[in-house]
Each structure stands twice: as C-alpha cells, then as structure tokens.
C-alpha cells in the first residue's frame, strides 16, 4: 500500500522519535564516520555513546543502525532511541547533517567567516555542548560554551543571523551583517581544543557480525 511506504520512511521515524543520524568528517580519520543524536525530554539533546565513555560511530551508513541496535546493551539510549531502532529496520538510512571540521578550520585560519562559515561553526558548537550533554563523564567540557570567544561568537551570530533570518525568511541579507568583533586566533586555538576533546573521544569498532 502506498500509505505504508509514506509511513515507513526513514524520516518520517526519525520525526516521530528525535532521532538522527549525522556525518562527521575530518582529516584526523581516514573516512567520514556516522553518528546518532536523539533528543531526551528530560535531560536534552545528546550524542549515542557508549556508557563507560565513548562515541558510538561506524564508518558504513548502510549498517549504522544494525550495528547500534547490536550493541544497545552497552550503550546509553532511550526508549524512544530503541523504538527508532525497531521502526528503521529495513529502511534505507539518510542523513540529516553534516560537520566538517577541515572546512571550519581553515576558514577561521583565512579569517575568512562566511555566512556558510558561521552556520557551520555554530553548528559544531551545538553538536559539542550534545556531546558534553551526554555522560556525566563528558558533562565538565559545558564549559567551553561559557569561553568568552565563544560566547562572543554565539551572540554575534544570534543577534545578526539567526534571529533576523528567521524573521526576515528571504528577505534576510548577510553583506548587512557587521564583521564578527573576535580574535580570530583564539577563536581558532579553542575550536581546536573543542574538536580535540570531541574526536578523541569517538570510538570505532570492529563491525559485528549479523
């Protein structure tokens, strides 16, 4: 039936769940791993990670939620991340984000912030302060959201992206936007330090056997 086909597709689980499944690229692996973030309604957004510490990551989108579902025991999830488990099997996975840490790395080693520049690196900020978010173990790096480079990015992007974008929709216009008031070296050297914590702490395993 055509209604089922509509049902059963792959985003319309993760909707229904708040769950997702993102890329992660960076020169430090020798290939773009994929990760799962879900939403908790009582403690917020987090990563899938393995509860004595760890990124849960595969480098094969094809079998990320085999793989997750095969190791669920020793990961921390939710019941709503469980039932997305159940609902995606068979389903061709997608995925909803992507983060690429060369791209924003360079950019603020040019000084040079586009608007393409600012969302991916607020983005990556977001997806840090999940990470922190999602073991007591990973919950003292919070403190990079208070940095005050970072703080100063964050509210410069707020108040002259974010926000008039989604007021403004199409009529939004970014060569309106003032440059970002930062040193851009220390901004730099704390991305980096955020990225090390967070890519030291992805763990790939040896796929399981199905």
Same mark, same amino acid.
Not at 139 to 152: A, G, K, N, S
């Given at each position: ?38 939403? +908790? ?6 990563? &899938?990670?393995?509860?004595? /510490?760890?990124?849960?990551? $595969?480098? #094969? ?57 600012? +969302? ?6 977001? &997806?840090?302060?999940?990470? /922190?978010?999602?073991?007591? $173990?990973? #919950? ?71």
């Amino acid at each position: 039936m055509p209604e089922q086909s509509v049902i059963k597709r792959f985003e319309t689980s993760c909707i229904a769940c708040d769950t997702w499944i993102i890329a992660y690229r960076s020169s430090a692996f020798p290939q773009p791993y994929y990760l799962v973030w879900y939403t +908790d309604n009582s403690t917020g957004d987090r990563l &899938l990670m393995y509860r004595n /510490a760890g990124i849960f990551v $595969t480098g #094969d989108l094809a079998t990320i939620t085999a793989e997750a579902e095969a190791r669920l025991s020793s990961l921390q999830h939710t019941d709503k991340t469980a039932r997305w488990l159940k609902q995606v099997q068979g389903l061709e996975p997608s995925v909803s984000n992507v983060y690429d840490m060369d791209y924003i790395c360079n950019a603020l080693r040019r000084k040079k912030l586009s608007l393409k520049v600012m +969302d991916a690196l607020s983005n990556f900020i977001d &997806l840090f302060g999940d990470y /922190a978010n999602s073991l007591t $173990t990973t #919950d003292h790096l919070q403190v990079f959201r208070e940095h005050p480079v970072i703080e100063t990015f964050i509210a410069h992007y707020y108040q002259y992206i974010f926000w008039p974008r989604l007021q403004q929709g199409e009529k939004f216009r970014d060569a309106e936007r003032p440059e970002l008031a930062v040193d851009h070296r220390a901004l730099l050297d704390v991305f980096q330090e955020m990225r090390g914590y967070f890519e030291a702490d992805i763990r790939v395993m040896s796929p399981t056997t199905h």
